[in-house]
Structure formats: structure tokens, C-alpha cells
């Protein structure tokens, strides 16, 4: 990245000139020295360390830029300032100097890559922006190695393991063999940092593309059992001859399988690439969005298995019956246990439910409107994320190879036709369920008028009839309307 590059950065000019005025020694470290040194383009978050008032220097950051200023944590001298723009909004994060110098400041940090910092002054009085590197980092760059600063490094921060692992994946590194094994040994002391801790690290790993990757290493080097203790025994446990791969793996294998889809939204949803797109980007609640919780849902979909596996007499196959409704209970506890919202919650929860009702759905040779109406009418938009979980599900049943550019094109029968059906739902709520009138043809006040009925749950189940023959196309009109509701025998149960 060229130098002038930094120079031109608003935020650094401001905070570079606030800290002059103030004759304060101030510096840019972590990920922006990091993304410099590795040419990547500038982003919007900026961490700094400063040797003076972190307190007055970020209120006065934020008056100038018209941003909002808040502790982080004020006993270790952490602030951080929000300025909202039209293109997102950036974050910049000031800390105390932890040390006699920023040499000592940066020993105490996680790994050698996110050791580096520049003095300000070097970009706007120098105008040669050196590094400063005291553990080599910029050669662990260079050799694509991500190492812990020391043997007490992960103890002082139990977190740098969760955090270990998604740099990896994200900055294109490999974990050093010594910063492994010390993960392995001190795996147990994982669940010392606090679950929102816990959770903001793990969902923002879930955000990137290769979140199947971030899980298998998490298991492989003992993490994942001590946050999930839900998952032991899911390694060989076995589901019987209609899967090709146990439980862990199948779980493993269908976070993958969703992150293909993802991937692959033009190529089998031309049609609704850019409304998938932005329906899967929608933040649920803060630092996590749509396609992060879906992911957790892929990987905890059949987790009501262990508990519910039964063998018939003289049958070699087992059965998980009602394993979806057990498993809503497994994946609700681990919400609560992330705390997570209760937005969070029910999304998961629904999707576990519910994941296998496309199933029922692709053995008829038809799914008339009605069906997907009643989909729809009983799952809202998670239907979408539904319809995609039970894509993902079915193809991680079996030996695919997912490397394959073209293994779409050759799925057996059961499978494609899954598919078929995700994709007409995938259809019927982007243009229609989703574009329905906001009112009904009629009202309940109309349908009692008209059919001269008392107010009660009759009207109710009325309205709940024609609401889903206007979403079929059997009414559009108020005249089509008032003939199908008199036409209706009343003595039948709705639902």
C-alpha cells in the first residue's frame, strides 16, 4: 500500500493533530498496520495507543468528526468512538499505554502479526511510516505464520484461542505448532472469558466464509467440547445407513454446505442473487447478522439425535423420533448459555424445529399454493432460511464432493428434487408471500355484515381461509371473496 494512503485518512489526521495540540505520543497499531504492511486497502476500524489522556482525547475525536464517545473499559484505560457515516460507520478504539514505552505495549499483545505499530508523527511529519516490529511480526507475515508473543500470552486472555483460529482463516495464515499445542494444554481455561465475549468472537468467526474450517479446528484442538459439551459423543456416533458420515462430521459438513450455497446463490437462484443477498446480511442483533445465526443452525440441527435414537426389534437401521423438537431444546440452551437475544433464539429455535419439513414437502409431486402459503404463514421469512438448511442437510448426507464445480449438476433424484422445492419457495416469497396486500380483501367487521354472524373465533377462522385463498389466487376480488367465504362449510376446522 502506498504511504499516502494513510495520510490521507480523515481519522488520522484528526487524532494525529488533537494529540500535537496536546503534545501527547500517540500511535496506530493491530489490524490497520497490519492490513499497511500486507497492501490491503484501509478499513474502518483503527486501534490506537496513546501515552496520555485517552478520555479527553476521544470526546474531542468525536465532537470534531460527529461521531459518539463511550468507555470500554476504564480501569484499563480503554475508549472507543463510533462515527456513522453513509457507507457504514467506523470504529476507532484509543488505549492507555500498557508499559514504560509502545515496545513493551506491544510484547503484551496476542500474536506477533498484531504487534505492529507506526508513530503517527512518521506518517505526517516524516513521511516514512516504519513499523515498529519488536517480535517479527512483519516476517510471520511474510512466511504466513500467526504465533502467539510468548508462553503466557494465552493465559493472560483466554479468548486469543477462539481469536487464534479466525485469524488464521481471515489473514490467510497457519497456526504455529508451539501455539497449538499451547491451546491444547490451556483448552480448559477457554470458559474463563465471559460468554459475551465468547459469543462476539465465535459469531464474528461464523460471519466469514470459512466458518466449517473455524469449527474443525476448534474441535480438533479440544475447543469446541468445552464451549459446546453438547457435541461429545458426536464423533462416532453413528446415524444409520441412510448417512454417510457420523454426527459431528454430518454437522461439520452442513455448515460447509451452506457456506457452498452462499457462494453459489446466482448460480441456483439467479433470479433473487441480490434479495438472498442482502436477506442473509441483515444484522439480528449487534455483531451478529442472518447468514452467522444460520451457520450455528446447520451445525446444531441434529442435536436432538443422541437423546432420541431408538433400534426396532430385527431392524439394523435406528430411529430419531421427534429429534427436531428435542433438538429446539438443545439449541434454545445454548443460546440462552451464549445470551443471545430472544430474536436470536427463536430463529434457532424455529429452525430446528421445522428442519425437516421440506422433506415432507419434496415427496409430493406437487407443492401446491397452498402449501407454500401455509409455509410461509407459519414460519414467516426463516421459511428462507429453512428451505436452504434442508438444501444443506441433504447434501451433507452424502460422499459430495463439494470441490467439484459442477456437482449440482449431478445429484441423485431425492436430492434434486429438495432442491427444486427450495427454489419454488425461494420463489413463491420473494414475489408473492412477501408482496401480499397489506390488507385483506375483507375485514372481520365486513365478514360478520355480510354473513351476519356474532363477533368470535368463527370470524377469526374465516378471515384465516380467505387470507390464504387470496395468497393462492383462488379470490382477487371483494365480489370472488364474499362467493368463496358463503360457499365455505363452516363446520369444518381450520388449520
Not at 379 to 399: C, F, Q, S, T, Y
Not at 468 to 485: I, Q, S, W
Amino acid at each position: 500500500m502506498e504511504e499516502g494512503v494513510l495520510r490521507k485518512s480523515k481519522v488520522l489526521q484528526v487524532i494525529h493533530r488533537l494529540a500535537q495540540n496536546r503534545g501527547e505520543e500517540i500511535y496506530l497499531v493491530g489490524g490497520a498496520v497490519r492490513d499497511f504492511w500486507l497492501g490491503r486497502p484501509s478499513g474502518k476500524d483503527f486501534d490506537f495507543v496513546i501515552k496520555g489522556e485517552v478520555r479527553a482525547l476521544a470526546q474531542d475525536l468525536a465532537q470534531e468528526m460527529g461521531g459518539h464517545a463511550f468507555p470500554l473499559d476504564e480501569g484499563f484505560g480503554s475508549w472507543r468512538v463510533v462515527i456513522k457515516k453513509a457507507k457504514g460507520k467506523i470504529e476507532v478504539d484509543l488505549c492507555t499505554m500498557q508499559g514504560e514505552d509502545i515496545l513493551e505495549d506491544l510484547r503484551q499483545r496476542d500474536f506477533t502479526v498484531n504487534s505492529l505499530a507506526i508513530n503517527l508523527k512518521d506518517i505526517f511529519l516524516r513521511g516514512h511510516p516504519l513499523p515498529i516490529d519488536p517480535l517479527g511480526g512483519s516476517a510471520d507475515l511474510r512466511a504466513g505464520v500467526l504465533r502467539a508473543n510468548s508462553g503466557t500470552s494465552l493465559l493472560q486472555d483466554p479468548l486469543r484461542m477462539l481469536r487464534a483460529f479466525r485469524f488464521a482463516y481471515t489473514l490467510g495464515l497457519r497456526v504455529e505448532e508451539e501455539t497449538l499445542r499451547m491451546i491444547f494444554r490451556n483448552k480448559n481455561r477457554i470458559l474463563h472469558s465471559a460468554w459475551e465475549r465468547i459469543r462476539s468472537e465465535f459469531f464474528t468467526a461464523l460471519g466469514e466464509i470459512s466458518a466449517h474450517r473455524f469449527l474443525r479446528d476448534l474441535h480438533q484442538h479440544g475447543l469446541l467440547e468445552e464451549i459446546f459439551p453438547e457435541v461429545a459423543g458426536w464423533e462416532g456416533f453413528n446415524q444409520g445407513p441412510l448417512h454417510d458420515f457420523p454426527l459431528l462430521e454430518h454437522a461439520l459438513r452442513t455448515v460447509e454446505a451452506g457456506e457452498i450455497l452462499f457462494t453459489r446463490f446466482r448460480e441456483l437462484y439467479s433470479s433473487f442473487t441480490e434479495s438472498l443477498g442482502h436477506y442473509f446480511s441483515q444484522t439480528i442483533e449487534e455483531g451478529i447478522n442472518r447468514e452467522a445465526l444460520f451457520k450455528l443452525a446447520c451445525f446444531f440441527h441434529d442435536a436432538g439425535k443422541p437423546k432420541t435414537r431408538t433400534w426396532d426389534l430385527g431392524e439394523k437401521s435406528p430411529r430419531f423420533l421427534d429429534h427436531d423438537q428435542e433438538g429446539e431444546k438443545i439449541v434454545a440452551a445454548v443460546a440462552r448459555r451464549m445470551k443471545l437475544s430472544r430474536k436470536s433464539i427463536r430463529i434457532l429455535s424455529e429452525l430446528t424445529r421445522h428442519h425437516m419439513r421440506i422433506l415432507s414437502l419434496s415427496k409430493a409431486k406437487e407443492v401446491t399454493p397452498r402449501a407454500k402459503y401455509r409455509f410461509f404463514r407459519d414460519l414467516g421469512k426463516e421459511g428462507i432460511d429453512v428451505a436452504l438448511l434442508a438444501l444443506a442437510d441433504g447434501l451433507a448426507l452424502r460422499k459430495i464432493n463439494f470441490d467439484h464445480p459442477s456437482f449440482f449438476k449431478d445429484l441423485p433424484e431425492d436430492l434434486r428434487r429438495v432442491q427444486e422445492v427450495a427454489g419454488e419457495l425461494i420463489r413463491y416469497y420473494f414475489e408473492e408471500f412477501s408482496q401480499r396486500p397489506p390488507t385483506p380483501l375483507l375485514d372481520g367487521r365486513e365478514i360478520m355484515e355480510a354473513l351476519g354472524l356474532p363477533q368470535g373465533k368463527a370470524v377469526g377462522s374465516l378471515l384465516a381461509r380467505l387470507r390464504e385463498a387470496e395468497m393462492g389466487g383462488v379470490v382477487r376480488t371483494r365480489e370472488e371473496a364474499l362467493d368463496f367465504l358463503k360457499s365455505l362449510d363452516r363446520s369444518r376446522p381450520f388449520g
